[in-house]
């Protein structure tokens, strides 16, 4: 499988890494292993994730624009320079009223199920 990681030992314009889409949302993986993983998204206006629920916690920032959060339908609107927690087992809806870029971080707890979160990571 191809690694499609971010660039080790070298540093990143986070912000300029994904490109705004018509219409889209793109999503590029920073990191990824077995024990969570690093993404970095940028949602065009009126886009979204559908209503999900992961069986970690994740820490959203946003690194450009402004993204409606909503967790266990309490929405929150967090901009650039702000962060967010979804706790793990929470409902939760990610839109895009304006375009943002977001950086996502999910650490996977060793009590948790890593089974359930993604069956096709790559070996370390």
Sequence with gaps: MENNEFEKSITH???????YVQGSVIIKSILNK???????SSFDTGEAML???SPFDSLIQIID??????IDEKS????????????AHAQNR?????????LSTVIKS????????????QDD
């Design 13 to 19: 314009q986070l912000v300029d890494t994904v490109d």
């Design 34 to 40: 077995k024990t969570g993983m690093v993404t970095i």
């Design 51 to 53: 209503s999900k629920s």
């Design 65 to 70: 624009g402004q993204a409606e959060i909503t």
């Design 76 to 87: 929150n609107m967090v901009e650039a320079g702000q962060a967010i927690i979804i706790p």
């Design 94 to 102: 990610i839109r895009a009223n304006k375009r943002f870029k977001m």
């Design 110 to 121: 060793k009590y948790d199920d890593v089974s359930l979160w993604n069956k096709n990571l």
